[in-house]
């Protein structure tokens, strides 16, 4: 259990206090914190007493404005918490609608909604990878990576306009079809990808200080990584095979092949290890989804105005590329829900973040933040 | 936007007024053709369900007695309403006699309506047969609920979260601090009450430079007048 | 150029000639046409080499090819806001960016880039001390100090954990760098870097061939002692934001990049002296290669620091970063006790020859 710091507001002047210890401020405004994640640490030399994460900083009442839309006016925030996976924000929340109102995706919604997803899984694992690898110091991955992300997102600007906050996905199915020749730009890309992977990986995964900075920290057993509710990469990483992709499919991922790799250790090169498999699993995914594409409509047959029922209430989570996210909704018989909660991945990854780091040096607390792959914009809310 | 429907209120405007006209008898009386695959058809929305047949309610309340004071299910997810004092103790059963080892979930929620206001809502998770429950736990402002925290660890961030956010306090746990909010926030902000525009902050934080109520408010002034701090805890 | 050396000699008499002005102008040279546009222009070059590798295209807008973009930062670093914390140690504070800059120059003193002077010329350096690495060593190590009170005076608990790691680093890597730089002292019998080159001409073969285990150690050493990747946790960005300059500004912080890269290019000129042979073309012992004797030697010399500046910048380009534990495990556990095994087989064949 962690037990509360009791950490002086103003720690000027802790610097030359009796004890052995230093308390830091490890951000707000630090390069590898991925955003505005405040850590207070006790830090003895280099080596890491006791961790605080304190967060909050990004938060923008995303609840509360859940409840004051309709519900398709909702999927617009969601873009905005996971900023870098909005499409699996969407997909989330597009199913928890679907589920409140009974509404069915027809197949070629389904399946492009899948295409979309897996691309979002690529991209926020690439930017993950990107960021992760700078923080440990190695800074060409990032650019390698952004160089394919870009093409990514390039294929998001041609579906639906945007890049980053994608709005993509609609209660019901898809608000537009595929444009004219994006298949093709699609597959030429998912037939590019593996190359380049192996080219992050060159540079990587057999290299002997990125090995030393990986192997061996961060250990999080599946036992613990289970009592902190700790989901996706950084779960399977620790040898748990669960993916909700698989456990409780979900827009047609039961008709796709795909394997779910896991680690052995538990540590942070095997949830790096986990998040590049995933990658070409992903791109095993998209070819399979641009093969079968079926013909049809994009949109179920839904009302005019969804209203959910009286004292509705579900809970809907998908695999998004940080873990599971998840909403609640509850409805009153009015189109806006009554309460929407969101299950942010990040938010609960990062609580394991002060068991990853006990005893840990500063050098290692990046690689660990980097590790958790989260996203203070879904974190804070 | 363009392809979604407007929201329920009739469109200002004339000849968009009219449209609707044609359309709704249409939809109205053309008989259901059963061969029509699923999404072609009128969305059947789920409801409420009795859950009392379900062997794990059974199961239960054998186990916790009369903690659990209703079962029932909605889109497949069974619900469980249980008594306050008892929620530790029925999730400590799930957990370990019936193997709910994760909790994906921790929520609260808001009724001002009703005695007692506010749900505090948990969704759990069995690996080996991939079952979602729900537990619902209804307390209100001045009573705590006990903290799972002893249960799942994953419960600590997510019960502060719903201290921060409702006010509702939890019994037990190591940490009772705000987390999104800084301490000293005067409010509770997924409260039902609380106003969307935000509140006067600026007494909170700067209690020396602005009486309570008269700091910079978000928002244009609504003259909305911050209600009485709540207690402090003990 | 010979003419007018010789009228300026006699004008001036011989002493005050080989004494002052010779020196003077040499030092004027050095610095304001070799070392500082070097250092502006190596800093435009690591942009463009790592842009090339890094799949981008680095600095290309101000002039042709971006070749003014040093100039446009050096006019920005100077006429930017120069800000001290308050809470700052003021004097330490001013005085650590001279600490690493100072240092880092003052060694090109000593630095041959070419040959002796032959009748009626100038030396191709400022001055041939006869302890000339003993100074090199000894001056280079002033720069830690620099980091050190850069770091602790910021008052800021990241610079001071740079500045600790940078007094770690750079004391540990001082070992395997100096017992790495005797082998070849070794070989040569003396300390004068002049010596040192000659001595390998006298020999025939640059002292990388039998020094390899030595030479591979100061280049390590080497990398880690300016800070660099995949050693440069001093100012780990990610980690300590900037480390020991994370408060520094303007011109002041500018001297600190200014004392990195000038190390850069003191290391990659001592390593080009003892082991590569300083001015001597390469295989000096091959006769058939003589066509490339009229290349003057600092060409050659110029041409060797490069290729070391170059692998710089590609270390930059490829490595993560080590973590302190492991930097320091790497130093004590196996560099001293390679360069010390590597010094004694170096003295036993040496005792053996001769």
Redesign the interface.
């Known amino acids: 259990m962690t037990q509360p710091l009791a950490l002086p507001e103003d720690d000027h002047d802790g610097l030359f206090a009796d004890s052995e210890e230093m308390e830091l401020s490890f951000g707000p405004q630090h390069p590898a914190t991925h955003g505005v994640l405040r850590l207070k640490l006790k830090i003895n030399g280099e080596r890491i007493v006791e961790s605080y994460p304190v967060i909050g900083y990004l938060h923008r009442g995303t609840e509360k404005l859940f409840e004051l839309h309709p519900f398709f006016q909702n999927i617009p925030h969601t873009d905005r918490m996971d900023y870098v996976a909005a499409a699996t924000n969407n997909q989330a929340y597009v199913g928890a609608v679907e589920k409140l109102l009974g509404l069915v995706v027809p197949p070629r919604a389904r399946c492009i909604r899948i295409i979309l997803a897996e691309l979002q899984r690529i991209s926020s694992h690439l930017l993950w990878l990107a960021t992760h690898a700078i923080d440990i110091g190695a800074m060409t991955p990032f650019f390698y990576t952004f160089r394919e992300r870009e093409i990514l997102l390039d294929l998001f600007e041609d579906y639906c306009g945007a890049r980053l906050t994608l709005n993509c996905m609609r209660p019901g199915g898809l608000p537009y079809d595929l444009p004219v020749g994006w298949t093709g730009r699609c597959a030429a890309l998912m037939a590019d990808l593996p190359g380049k992977l192996d080219e992050y990986e060159e540079l990587l995964t057999n290299n002997r200080i990125w090995k030393k900075r990986t192997v061996g920290i961060g250990v999080l057993p599946p036992e613990v990584a289970i009592d902190y509710g700790v989901t996706g990469p950084m779960l399977r990483g620790s040898g748990v095979r669960w993916d909700l992709r698989k456990a409780l499919p979900y827009d047609g991922y039961d008709e796709v092949e795909f394997e779910v790799p896991i680690g052995r250790n538990g540590d942070t090169y095997d949830r790096y290890i986990v998040r590049m498999i995933e990658m070409r699993q992903s791109v095993r995914i998209i070819n399979q989804c641009l093969e079968k594409l079926p013909e049809g409509p994009i949109m179920a047959k839904r009302p005019r105005v969804m209203k959910a029922g009286k004292d509705a209430e579900i809970y809907h989570g998908i695999e998004g590329p940080k873990g599971e996210i998840g909403f609640y909704i509850v409805g009153d018989g009015t189109p806006n829900p009554y309460r929407c909660h969101v299950r942010p991945p990040s938010f609960i990854n990062l609580q394991s973040l002060p068991e990853l780091c006990k005893g840990a040096l500063i050098a290692d607390l990046v690689a660990l933040i980097g590790t958790t792959d989260i996203v203070l914009g879904e974190v804070d809310r | 936007m363009s392809d979604e429907p407007a929201p329920e209120k009739p469109a200002p405007e004339k000849p968009a007024a009219e449209k609707p006209v044609p359309e709704k008898p249409v939809k109205k009386h053309e008989p259901e053709d059963p061969n029509k695959p699923l999404w072609e058809k009128d969305p059947v929305a789920p409801a409420w369900l009795d859950g009392a047949d379900d062997p794990l309610t059974a199961a239960l309340k054998e186990e916790v007695g009369d903690a659990i004071e209703a079962a029932r299910s909605f889109a497949g997810d069974l619900t469980f309403l249980v008594r306050r004092d008892a929620i530790a103790r029925t999730c400590a059963v799930l957990k370990e006699k019936h193997g709910f080892t994760y909790l994906v979930d921790l929520c609260g929620a808001d009724y001002p309506k009703r005695e007692p206001r506010f749900d505090v809502v948990y969704q759990l998770h069995r690996f080996s047969d991939q079952r979602r429950i729900r537990l619902r736990v209804m307390t209100d402002e001045a009573t705590p609920v006990p903290t799972v925290c002893g249960v799942w660890r994953a419960a600590n961030w997510p019960e502060r979260e719903v201290w921060d956010m409702f006010g509702v306090r939890f019994e037990g746990h190591p940490d009772m601090t705000r987390i999104l909010l800084w301490e000293g926030f005067n409010g509770f902000p997924l409260r039902k009450d609380f106003p969307v525009e935000g509140i006067d902050t600026g007494s909170a934080i700067y209690p020396e430079f602005y009486r309570e109520g008269a700091g910079p408010v978000a928002g244009s002034g609504t003259g909305w007048k911050p209600p009485k701090p709540p207690q402090e805890p003990s | 150029m010979t003419s007018l050396i010789e009228s300026v000699r006699t004008t001036v008499g011989d002493t005050l000639f080989y004494g002052a002005v010779s020196p003077l102008v040499k030092i004027l040279v050095l610095l304001f046409l070799m070392i500082l546009p070097l250092i502006a222009y190596l800093t435009l070059a690591e942009r463009r080499i790592?842009g090339f590798?890094?799949?981008?295209l680095g600095p290309n807008r101000v002039g042709p090819w971006g070749l003014l973009q040093p100039i446009a930062d050096v006019a920005k670093l100077l006429v930017k806001g120069d800000s001290i914390p308050l809470r700052a140690v003021k004097w330490a504070f001013v005085l650590a960016p001279c600490l690493v800059v100072g240092p880092a120059i003052l060694v090109f003193a000593v630095i041959p880039l070419g040959p002796r002077a032959e009748a009626g010329g100038l030396s191709w350096f400022v001055t041939d001390i006869n302890t000339g690495l003993l100074f090199v060593v000894a001056t280079a190590s002033i720069g830690v100090y620099g980091l050190i009170l850069g770091g602790w005076s910021s008052n800021n608990?990241?610079s001071?954990?740079g500045g600790l790691r940078s007094a770690a680093q750079m004391i540990s890597y001082e070992v395997p760098q100096g017992l790495a730089l005797v082998g070849p002292v070794l070989l040569a019998g003396t300390l004068s870097m002049v010596g040192i080159v000659e001595a390998q001409k006298a020999d025939r073969f640059w002292y990388v061939f039998p020094q390899i285990v030595g030479f591979f150690l100061y280049l390590v050493a080497g990398v880690a002692e300016t800070n660099r990747?995949?050693f440069?946790?001093p100012e780990?960005?990610?980690?300590?934001?900037a480390g020991f300059h994370t408060e520094y500004s303007g011109m002041r912080f500018a001297l600190f990049f200014l004392g990195e890269y000038a190390n850069m290019i003191v290391i990659s000129a001592v390593a080009t002296t003892l082991f590569l042979g300083g001015w001597l073309r390469p295989f000096p012992n091959v006769e058939a290669l003589a066509f490339l004797d009229p290349v003057p030697g600092v060409i050659w010399f110029a041409l060797k620091v490069f290729v070391f500046l170059f692998l710089y910048i590609w270390f930059?380009?490829?490595?993560?970063?080590?973590?302190?534990?492991?930097l320091m495990d790497l130093g004590w556990k196996w560099m001293i006790p390679v360069a010390l095994g590597n010094l004694a087989l170096t003295a036993l064949v040496k005792l053996l020859v001769a």
């Open positions: 790592l590798m890094q799949a981008r608990k990241f001071l954990m990747n995949p440069d946790l780990a960005e990610s980690e300590l934001v930059r380009g490829t490595f993560p970063r080590y973590r302190f534990d492991q």
